[in-house]
Nanobody, 116 residues
Framework: QVQVVESGGGLVQAGESLRLSCTAS????????TGWYRQAPGKQRELVARITRNGAQDFADSVKGRFTISRDSAKNTVYLQMNSLKPEDTGVYYC??????????WGQGTLVTVSS
C-alpha cells in the first residue's frame, strides 16, 4: 500500500513563490507517475504538472516558465516549485500518484491562495 501526504500550501501575494511537497510512503516502487492537479472554485480539476519515474515532465500551458517539478527519490518526495504566482493559480492542489497495475491515489489537497 502507498500513502500520500501533501504540504506547502498557503496564502501569498501575486508575484511570490510557494513550494508544494508530495511525500509517498509504503510500496513506492510501484509508482510510475506523480502529478499535481488543482481545482479552483466552480471549476474542474486540471493537471498542473507531472513527472514520471524516469524523469519525463509535463506542464499545463498556463504554468510553463513559472512552475517546476522535481523529485527526490531518496525521500520519495515530489516538489512543485511555483514562482510568479498569479491570482488565477488559486485553488486546492492535489497530488496524484499513478501506480503499476494498481489504482491511482490522491492526496488530501492543500489550499493555495494568491491575492492580487
Amino acid at each position: 500500500q502507498v500513502q500520500v501526504v501533501e504540504s506547502g500550501g498557503g496564502l501569498v501575494q501575486a508575484g511570490e513563490s510557494l513550494r508544494l511537497s508530495c511525500t509517498a510512503s509504503g510500496n513506492t516502487f510501484t509508482i510510475t507517475t506523480t502529478g499535481w492537479y488543482r481545482q479552483a472554485p466552480g471549476k474542474q480539476r486540471e493537471l498542473v504538472a507531472r513527472i514520471t519515474r524516469n524523469g519525463a515532465q509535463d506542464f499545463a500551458d498556463s504554468v510553463k516558465g513559472r512552475f517546476t517539478i522535481s523529485r527526490d527519490s531518496a525521500k520519495n518526495t515530489v516538489y512543485l516549485q511555483m514562482n510568479s504566482l498569479k491570482p488565477e493559480d488559486t485553488g486546492v492542489y492535489y497530488c496524484n500518484i499513478q501506480r503499476w497495475e494498481k489504482p491511482e491515489l490522491w492526496g488530501q489537497g492543500t489550499l493555495v491562495t494568491v491575492s492580487s
